[in-house]
C-alpha cells in the first residue's frame, strides 16, 4: 500500500520569507509521480507542483520549487518570497499512472503567511 | 476553473437519508474519481469509472454507490447517512483511465448530516 506522510500539522512563515514543507511518502513502484497540491479557504485543489519519479532534476514553478530525494522517499516544497495568498493548506501526493490511477493524499500541512 | 462542475455547492440532511451528488467533468475527461475529505484529513479515494464502467475502488462504504452515464457524468449515491459521513466530497477528472498524469478537481461538495 502506499502511504503519504506530512509531520508538519501547522507551519507559519513571514511574508517575502521562505518556507520549506515537508512529506515523506512509502512505495515499491519504481514509476509514479508526486505532487502538491493548494486548497485555499474556497477549498479548490490548485496544483501546485508536479514531480516525476523517474527525473532527477527537481521540479521548479516559480516561486516553487522541490527537493526530490527518491532513495529516501522524500519530497518537500520550498515556497520562497512568500505571499498573502500563499496562506492555505498543503497536500503532498502521490500517484501510480499505470497501476490505478487514484492519487493517495497526505493530511496537509496548514500554512500561514503572516504579514 | 478546472473545467470539473460538482452540483450542489452545499448540502445539509438528516441521519438516515439518503442523497446524490453531482459531477460533470472536463470536456473529453473519460475518467472521474471520487474522493471524500473528512474534517483535519487529507482526501481518501473512493471509486473510479471510465467511460461508464467501474475502474476501481477504494475506501468506499457499502451504504454508498456510484455510477457513470452515457453523457460521461458521474453521480454519487450515499444512503443510510450517518454524521460521520459529513465530509467535503470532490470529483475529479482525467482523460484516460491509466497512463493519466494530473487529474482536475471539481470545487467539492459540502454534505453535512445532522
Known amino acids: 500500500a502506499q502511504t503519504v506522510t506530512q509531520s508538519q500539522p501547522e507551519m507559519s512563515v513571514q511574508e517575502a520569507e521562505t518556507v520549506t514543507l515537508s512529506c515523506t511518502y512509502d512505495?515499491?513502484?519504481?514509476?509514479?509521480?508526486l505532487f502538491w497540491y493548494k486548497q485555499p479557504p474556497s477549498r479548490q485543489m490548485i496544483l501546485v507542483i508536479r514531480?516525476?519519479?523517474?527525473?532527477?532534476q527537481n521540479a521548479t514553478e516559480n516561486r516553487f520549487s522541490v527537493n526530490f530525494q527518491k532513495a529516501a522517499k522524500s519530497f518537500s516544497l520550498k515556497i520562497s518570497d512568500s505571499q498573502l495568498g500563499d496562506t492555505a493548506m498543503y497536500f503532498c501526493?502521490?500517484?501510480?499512472?499505470?497501476?490505478?490511477?487514484?492519487?493517495?493524499f497526505g493530511t496537509g500541512t496548514s500554512l500561514t503567511v503572516i504579514p | 476553473d478546472s473545467g470539473v462542475t460538482q452540483t450542489p455547492k452545499h448540502l445539509i440532511t438528516a441521519t438516515g437519508q439518503r442523497v446524490t451528488l453531482r459531477c460533470s467533468p472536463r470536456?473529453?475527461?473519460?475518467?472521474v474519481y471520487w474522493y471524500q475529505q473528512s474534517l483535519d484529513q487529507g482526501l481518501q479515494f473512493l471509486i473510479q469509472?471510465?467511460?461508464?464502467?467501474?475502474?476501481a475502488k477504494g475506501n468506499i462504504l457499502e451504504r454508498f454507490s456510484a455510477q457513470q452515464f452515457p453523457d460521461l457524468h458521474s453521480e454519487l449515491n450515499l444512503s443510510s447517512l450517518e454524521l460521520g459521513d459529513s465530509a467535503l466530497y470532490f470529483c475529479a477528472s482525467s482523460v484516460r483511465d491509466r497512463g493519466n498524469t494530473e487529474a482536475f478537481f471539481g470545487q467539492g461538495t459540502r454534505l453535512t448530516v445532522v
Open positions: 512505495t515499491s513502484e519504481n514509476n509514479y509521480y
Open positions: 514531480q516525476e519519479a523517474y527525473k532527477q
Open positions: 469509472y471510465y467511460n461508464g464502467e467501474e475502474r
Open positions: 470536456s473529453g475527461d473519460l475518467s
Open positions: 501526493a502521490f500517484m501510480k499512472p499505470f497501476t490505478g490511477n487514484q492519487f493517495y
